[in-house]
């Protein structure tokens, strides 16, 4: 799918390592024509102790209307954090408007890690992405957020029959290929994938260290390679030891994200 258009659309954080910020050079990178549909522009994201928010969910409207007179179409979506419900519907209509023939939906779900749903989210909002991720060819949740997607009990000890009776749970929710990060088995970490009812694992070392947008870096590596026309178990490799790569770059007072730009640059070089 080289040489084609993808729409990226979350948030955008100003200063920091996550979000659009991450995902728009990382594909820009690796050949795809990437744009953007910010929800909400932050000065800087979360980790730090202050920070403003400028809600854009009403100019999306506006820019759809400039879309639709310009005929403007996508070849795929990646969608990430959200945060509010109504952008479930938006993001539907983006689909149904802007989508070329074929184009591929991937959703990273993006509410909750560690078993635990971040602030500003609910219950509400889970059951709405449930139902959302109907739209998806391809979902990225971890753990913590397939439990919550699928009612299950978080646990922190995965054995393979906690992890594939997760991952079939999810696939009563969505006919999409399911991609399920953050799983840890035999002392790696990694992902099971259910695809086409087939399940399979890529994992890998795991590091001693957790960074903030990590998930987002995987996201948009995973995308860039299965857009080259990867498989989703290469895509999710390549992906997971862009991360690793990452993590390894960062030096530990770097608090507020992984350094993907070092990485980006030593690959394409």
């Known amino acids: ?43 800087n994201h979360t980790m730090f102790s202050k920070w403003s928010y400028l809600d854009l969910t009403d100019e999306i409207q506006n820019i759809f209307e400039v879309w639709r007179g310009e005929g403007f179409k996508f070849d795929g979506f990646l969608l990430g954090y959200l945060g509010k419900t109504p952008l479930m519907e938006t993001a539907e209509t983006c689909f149904k408007d802007f989508s070329s023939e074929g184009a591929i939906k991937i959703i990273d779900p993006v509410f909750a890690d560690n078993g635990k749903i971040y602030g500003g989210f609910d219950m509400t909002y889970v059951q709405a992405m449930a139902k959302f991720i109907s739209n998806a060819d391809i979902i990225l949740p971890n753990v913590t957020e397939a439990c919550f997607l699928t009612g299950t009990p978080y646990s922190e000890v995965h054995t393979k029959e906690y992890l594939e009776n997760l991952i079939l749970a999810l696939g009563k929710l969505t006919k999409a290929t399911a991609v399920i990060t953050g799983v840890e088995l035999d002392g790696k970490i990694g992902e099971i994938i259910c695809e086409n009812g087939k399940i399979s694992y890529v994992l890998g070392e795991k590091l001693p260290v957790s960074l903030h947008g990590t998930g987002d870096i995987f996201a948009a590596t995973f995308t860039a390679a299965y857009l080259q026309g990867k498989s989703v178990a290469e895509s999710a490799d390549f992906a997971s030891e862009f991360v690793r790569d990452c993590i390894r770059k960062t030096p530990a007072e770097h608090f507020y994200g992984a350094c993907f730009e070092q990485v980006l640059a030593k690959n394409l070089g």
Do not use: F, W
């Open 1 to 43: 799918m080289t040489n084609k258009r993808l729409l990226a659309m979350q948030d955008l954080s100003c200063v920091g390592q996550c979000s659009l910020t991450v995902v728009h050079p990382i594909l820009s990178a690796y050949g795809i024509e990437t744009c953007m549909l910010p929800t909400a522009v932050l000065s």
